[in-house]
Every structure is written in C-alpha cells, then in structure tokens.
C-alpha cells in the first residue's frame, strides 16, 4: 500500500523556519506524479485545516493565514513535497500532516509535530 511519511518538525523559536518533507514510498515514481498532494495542520482542540496543495498538473496554493510565509514545492524525481516554513509564528503551532489524492483514493502521513515557541 502507498504510503507517505513525513520528516522535518521540531521546535523553533518565533520568526524561525523549518522544512518539512513528505516522501512516497511503495509506489512507482510516474504514480507519484499523478497525485495531488497536500499539507494540513491540526492544532490542539481545533479542526486540522489545509495549509498548501500541490496539485498534479503543477499549480499550488496556500492558505491565507500562511501566505508569504509558507512556500510548497515538490521534487517528483525524490518522490517528496515539501513545505518550507518562515517566519513561523506560536499560532503555526500544530501537527502537520502530508496528503496524497490520486482522485480515487487518498493516504495520509502519520504527521510530524511543529512547535513555535520561545
């Protein structure tokens, strides 16, 4: 079964970056190209909500409380999307999870833990 991991959280300080990678794996690399993958954010007592898509025919977006802040991108050849992270701010505290939709189905990443903090 296709899955998708994610790497990259941690603790950071207000204002910092992080990168976080989410990379394919179990599927063949013309597949990878076929899917429209995302990032979502779920922070504690709250709805995990959509942070960026990538979609299969290249166009991106991002949510408005991120952009200018947050850039995703995507490297097919590694399999992987990436969601680079600057400025971060105590409120971009969450988990962040990797999607990956193929129109058919979808599969998601465990998720990997960002703190913004002093």
């Known amino acids: 079964q296709v899955q998708f991991v994610e790497s990259g959280g941690g603790l950071v300080q207000p204002g910092g970056s992080l990168r976080l990678s989410c990379t394919g794996s179990?599927?063949?690399?013309?597949?990878?190209?076929?899917?429209?993958m995302g990032w979502y954010r779920q922070a504690p007592g709250k709805e995990r909500e959509l942070v960026a898509t990538?979609?299969?025919?290249?166009?991106?977006n991002v949510a408005d409380a991120v952009k200018g802040r947050f850039t995703i991108s995507k490297n097919n050849s590694k399999k992987t999307v990436y969601l680079q992270m600057n400025s971060l701010k105590p409120e971009d505290t969450a988990v962040y999870y990797c999607?990956?939709?193929?129109?058919?189905?979808?599969?998601w990443g465990q998720g990997t833990q960002v703190t913004v903090s002093p």
């Open positions: 999607r990956g939709s193929n129109g058919e189905r979808e599969y």
């Open positions: 990538f979609t299969s025919g290249g166009n991106t």
């Open positions: 179990r599927m063949i690399l013309s597949t990878f190209t076929l899917y429209t």
